[in-house]
């Protein structure tokens, strides 16, 4: 009677053991699901705007990088001494690093935001003028883009929001 009891409580214990170790070695080593939504923000020169074979906007650009303030003028002595010695700092109080022209093409999304300070609103030179943070849709940006008699906007540099792997957001960066 003794062994038919052991031949049953003997693997009832080691399952009971098995489960308090298996429980034990998995206590605060849950992972949590998250969104995987990666966003990354990038300084570039818009080189090319055109429709993809789906009809979708892909935007070719070169990434450079942007220095504002003490940074601008950090870099700029770095780079530049003698200009810095010279001049005292980085001019307009910005700086832009561009070593290299790889383009690369993103997608852009349907729904992106595009935010403007300057761009021919008229086709007069003369009607020119600073817009501070005026948002326009993605077609009037592509159309305003192809433009270059006035203005050319490809010499703006701009600041871009991708997230998984889409632009969701143009903002042009003034430069004086």
């Known amino acids: 009677m003794f062994t038919k009891k052991s031949m049953y409580l003997l693997p009832v214990l080691v399952l009971l053991f098995l489960s308090l170790v298996t429980?034990?070695?998995?206590?605060?080593?849950?992972?949590?699901?998250?969104?995987?939504?990666?966003?990354?923000?990038?300084t570039v020169y818009i080189n090319a705007l055109h429709p993809d074979a789906d009809g979708k906007?892909?935007?070719?650009a070169d990434p450079i990088e942007w220095y504002e303030g003490a940074d601008a003028d950090r870099v700029f002595a770095e780079r530049e001494p003698e200009a810095a010695a010279e001049i005292g700092g980085a001019l307009?109080?910005?700086y832009i690093v561009n070593d290299s022209n790889q383009l690369t093409t993103y997608q852009v999304a349907d729904n992106a935001a595009v935010t403007m300070q300057i761009y021919d609103h008229t086709g007069?030179?003369?009607?020119?003028?600073?817009?501070?943070?005026?948002?326009?849709?993605?077609q009037k940006f592509a159309a305003e883009f192809a433009k270059t008699d006035v203005f050319d906007l490809s010499q703006s540099?701009?600041?871009?929001?991708?997230?998984?792997?889409e632009i969701t957001s143009i903002v042009q960066q003034y430069t004086p």
């Open 23 to 42: 429980t034990a070695s998995t206590a605060g080593t849950r992972a949590e699901a998250q969104g995987g939504a990666k966003t990354e923000h990038l």
């Open 57 to 60: 906007l892909t935007l070719t």
């Open 92 to 94: 307009d109080d910005y």
């Open 124 to 138: 007069k030179i003369e009607d020119l003028d600073i817009s501070w943070n005026e948002s326009i849709s993605l």
């Open 157 to 165: 540099p701009y600041h871009l929001t991708i997230e998984n792997g």
